[in-house]
């Protein structure tokens, strides 16, 4: 791929993408929202205090952050945001594995075997 698609930021972002269908993989969750546009895809990337401290969830980011910026061309679908959240294997897990799991979670959404959110709001106050 060119470089890095666009990036998701805010979090209503997010959370819109959260309500789209997901697929679940051991060292990552890959979460998938069509727009209804034809714009370039977007993507986003989370990793949670329960994985670790931010040594480990940094970690976790950079290296999925790595896996799509090598993904090839067409993997990540026009007019479609993604979201790849990290989980306690996304750190040490290895790179190949990791690249393996991306593209397979990927190449199900995309054929459409996501299965649909149920979002939980788990945000304190």
């Given at each position: 791929m060119a470089g890095m698609p666009?990036?998701?930021?805010?979090?209503?972002?997010?959370?819109?993408?959260?309500?789209?269908?997901?697929?679940?993989?051991?060292?990552?969750?890959?979460?998938?929202?069509?727009?209804?546009?034809a714009g370039p895809p977007r993507v986003g990337f989370t990793a949670t205090r329960r994985i670790g401290k931010a040594v480990v969830r940094n970690r976790a980011r950079r290296r999925l952050k790595e896996i799509v910026r090598q993904l090839p061309d067409g993997v990540l679908k026009a007019g479609r945001d993604y979201v790849f959240i990290a989980r306690?294997?996304?750190?040490?897990?290895?790179?190949?594995?990791?690249?393996?799991?991306?593209m397979r979670a990927l190449a199900k959404l995309n054929a459409g075997e996501g299965r649909p959110s149920t979002v939980r709001n788990r945000r304190r106050r």
């Amino acid at each position: 791929m060119a470089g890095m698609p666009q990036r998701l930021k805010r979090r209503e972002e997010f959370l819109a993408v959260a309500r789209g269908v997901f697929r679940a993989m051991p060292a990552v969750v890959v979460q998938m929202r069509e727009r209804g546009d034809a714009g370039p895809p977007r993507v986003g990337f989370t990793a949670t205090r329960r994985i670790g401290k931010a040594v480990v969830r940094n970690r976790a980011r950079r290296r999925l952050k790595e896996i799509v910026r090598q993904l090839p061309d067409g993997v990540l679908k026009a007019g479609r945001d993604y979201v790849f959240i990290a989980r306690e294997e996304t750190a040490t897990c290895p790179h190949a594995e990791l690249r393996r799991q991306v593209m397979r979670a990927l190449a199900k959404l995309n054929a459409g075997e996501g299965r649909p959110s149920t979002v939980r709001n788990r945000r304190r106050r």
